[in-house]
């Protein structure tokens, strides 16, 4: 998004040397001594005989090699499948694979994003309902911070789940997103709507709450005029946000069908604040960006968590690797990330699966600011990805969490690992040191990937 700019998809961790090997010497220095030094032990075998082979990352190939990563899966009832970079078509494609999957055989039924709560709600009436045209949906809402999201991958994706419901409307699957950077105008217009028919006499206090939040402009448009306003300002827009949120959360919700009308109209009204309250940061302050960082993150995983608890769906949350991990790699710059939140809040019924790849392409902007294609050659040695892709296996599902003992010190150690966001300005800042076995439970690690197939954007459109 464009307030993370700051600080992309990135972070490091710090390794912390054992004096354990130190007092041992001069505890024990005649036996070592004597003892011959004991030879290095690769991984590799021990990884081989944990990993699953993938057959294919096409979404219409066979599934019964995803049946080991189903095990896997268990009764988690979300699993963050994250991306090593924004925009490879391996990745996209094994997504909605893996979705595919777990629709099918593990009842999942909800595919979010990390895109607004808006767009998420536009792109649901058009799953269920058919409602309006994929394309031209996405061409108006992934835009700006998430027009890596405008891609033929992630439009086969929703035109699956439209032709799934209509072939199982009784049982359908859903779409959301869970971001904040944009809030559309149809979201104003549920909560005003809901309060004009249910509690007309608080209408006029909360439309003058939200005089001029409401977009009137494409939503790229409506992002980059919002960061010119003085900070002062966008606080206390966050701050009528925040007592339009509190008044319609004042009000006891009625009987039978009100009450899931009520619960959406507050959760609605929880998106605009978040908005708000995301753009009122002071960008020109380190620690105010880094408690932005953490408050994103924050409120992608509540929106997932409510989501998943009122609807009762699984959900399969797609996002970058970074965002999706157990822990952080970079406190200072990204406090605490979503797939943190999620295991505080779900226990182990949250599942991290990360992804990595060897070599290959995918978008990003370069130094000059422009969107590009860019290629990486084959790991480097000593990074993750160099002993991963000499398993023998192209592509391959690996559960870390029962890994051969063989290999669990190397997984729990901490070493180059490549991630890639929005911009790309050369390999030395594409790695950062990952400990494979505290970041995520599972990896998917892909050979060789090749840049995702970006839409045209569209002109901007008309106010909605």
Same mark, same amino acid.
């Given at each position: 998004?464009?307030?993370?700019?700051?600080?992309?998809?990135?972070?490091?961790?710090?390794?912390?040397?054992?004096? %354990?090997?130190?007092?041992?010497?001069?505890?024990?220095?005649?036996? !070592?001594?004597?003892?011959?030094? /004991?030879?290095? $032990?690769?991984?590799?075998?021990? *990884?081989?005989?944990?990993?699953?082979?993938?057959? @294919?990352?096409?979404?219409?190939?066979?599934?019964?090699? #995803?049946?080991?990563? =189903?095990?896997?899966?268990?009764?988690?009832?979300?699993?963050?499948?994250?991306?090593?970079?924004?925009?490879?078509?391996?990745?996209?494609?094994?997504?909605?694979?893996?979705?595919?999957? #777990?629709?099918?055989?593990? &009842?999942?039924? @909800?595919?979010?994003?990390? =895109?607004?709560?808006?767009?998420?709600?536009?792109?649901?009436? +058009?799953?269920?309902?058919?409602?309006?045209?994929?394309?031209?949906?996405?061409?108006?809402?992934?835009?700006?911070?998430?027009?890596?999201?405008?891609?033929?991958?992630? !439009?086969?994706? !929703?035109?699956?789940?439209?032709? +799934?419901?209509?072939?199982?409307?009784?049982?359908?699957?859903?779409?959301?997103?869970?971001?904040? /950077?944009?809030?559309?105008?149809? %979201?104003?217009?549920?909560?005003?709507? +809901?309060?004009?028919?249910?509690?007309?006499?608080? %209408?006029?206090?909360?439309?003058?709450?939200?005089?001029?939040?409401?977009?009137?402009?494409?939503?790229?448009?409506?992002?980059?005029?919002? *960061?010119?306003?003085?900070?002062?300002?966008?606080?206390?827009?966050?701050?009528?946000?925040?007592?339009? *949120?509190? *008044? %319609?959360?004042?009000?006891?919700? &009625?009987?039978?069908?009100?009450?899931?009308?009520?619960?959406? /109209?507050?959760?609605?009204?929880?998106?605009?604040?978040?908005?708000?309250? &995301? +753009?009122?940061?002071?960008?020109a302050d380190p620690a105010q960006v880094a408690a932005c960082m953490r408050y994103r993150?924050?409120?992608? /995983?509540?929106?997932?968590?409510?989501?998943?608890?009122?609807?009762?769906?699984?959900?399969?949350?797609?996002?970058?690797?970074?965002?999706?991990?157990?822990?952080?790699?970079?406190?200072?710059?990204?406090?605490?990330?979503?797939?943190?939140?999620?295991?505080?809040? !779900?226990?182990?019924d949250y599942l991290s699966i990360g992804t990595t790849f060897d070599r290959g392409s995918?978008?990003?902007?370069?130094?000059?600011?422009?969107?590009?294609?860019? @290629?990486?050659?084959?790991?480097?040695?000593?990074?993750?990805?160099?002993?991963?892709?000499?398993?023998?296996?192209?592509?391959? $599902?690996?559960?870390?969490?029962?890994?051969?003992?063989?290999?669990?010190?190397?997984?729990?150690?901490?070493?180059?690992?490549?991630?890639?966001?929005?911009?790309? @300005?050369?390999?030395? &800042?594409?790695?950062?040191?990952?400990?494979?076995?505290?970041?995520?439970?599972?990896?998917?690690?892909?050979?060789?990937?090749?840049?995702?197939?970006?839409?045209?954007?569209?002109?901007?459109?008309?106010?909605?």
């Amino acid at each position: 998004m464009v307030v993370v700019a700051a600080g992309r998809e990135a972070g490091g961790m710090r390794r912390h040397t054992s004096a %354990l090997s130190a007092l041992l010497l001069l505890a024990f220095g005649a036996v !070592l001594a004597a003892a011959p030094p /004991a030879p290095a $032990v690769s991984p590799v075998s021990a *990884l081989e005989r944990n990993a699953h082979p993938l057959r @294919t990352t096409d979404p219409s190939g066979g599934l019964e090699d #995803l049946r080991p990563l =189903g095990r896997m899966v268990g009764d988690a009832r979300v699993v963050g499948l994250g991306e090593a970079t924004h925009s490879s078509h391996e990745f996209f494609t094994m997504k909605h694979r893996v979705f595919r999957y #777990l629709v099918e055989e593990k &009842g999942f039924r @909800t595919f979010a994003l990390e =895109g607004s709560w808006s767009t998420g709600r536009r792109l649901n009436d +058009y799953v269920l309902h058919g409602k309006g045209d994929a394309r031209q949906i996405m061409r108006e809402e992934f835009q700006n911070t998430y027009s890596w999201w405008n891609t033929d991958e992630h !439009l086969g994706l !929703l035109r699956w789940m439209r032709a +799934y419901n209509v072939q199982h409307p009784s049982d359908p699957l859903q779409f959301m997103g869970d971001d904040f /950077a944009y809030t559309g105008p149809e %979201l104003y217009d549920q909560v005003t709507g +809901y309060v004009a028919r249910t509690r007309p006499a608080l %209408l006029p206090e909360l439309t003058g709450l939200y005089d001029g939040l409401r977009p009137t402009t494409s939503a790229d448009a409506y992002m980059n005029a919002y *960061l010119t306003k003085p900070p002062a300002e966008r606080q206390e827009l966050a701050n009528r946000t925040g007592r339009a *949120l509190a *008044l %319609l959360r004042e009000q006891r919700p &009625g009987a039978g069908s009100d009450g899931e009308a009520y619960a959406w /109209a507050v959760q609605h009204a929880t998106a605009i604040d978040q908005t708000a309250r &995301g +753009y009122a940061f002071d960008f020109a302050d380190p620690a105010q960006v880094a408690a932005c960082m953490r408050y994103r993150d924050s409120v992608m /995983a509540d929106n997932v968590d409510w989501w998943q608890k009122n609807t009762g769906d699984k959900v399969v949350l797609s996002a970058h690797n970074a965002h999706l991990a157990l822990e952080t790699r970079d406190p200072a710059q990204y406090p605490k990330v979503q797939g943190s939140f999620l295991r505080d809040k !779900l226990g182990t019924d949250y599942l991290s699966i990360g992804t990595t790849f060897d070599r290959g392409s995918f978008n990003a902007t370069g130094d000059d600011g422009k969107v590009r294609r860019h @290629t990486m050659g084959p790991a480097r040695p000593g990074s993750n990805e160099y002993v991963l892709d000499r398993v023998g296996h192209r592509d391959y $599902v690996l559960d870390l969490r029962t890994a051969p003992p063989a290999a669990r010190t190397w997984l729990a150690t901490a070493r180059p690992t490549r991630s890639i966001g929005t911009a790309y @300005t050369g390999p030395s &800042g594409a790695e950062y040191p990952v400990a494979l076995a505290s970041a995520h439970d599972i990896v998917i690690h892909l050979h060789r990937i090749t840049a995702a197939r970006l839409l045209p954007a569209g002109p901007a459109p008309a106010a909605r």
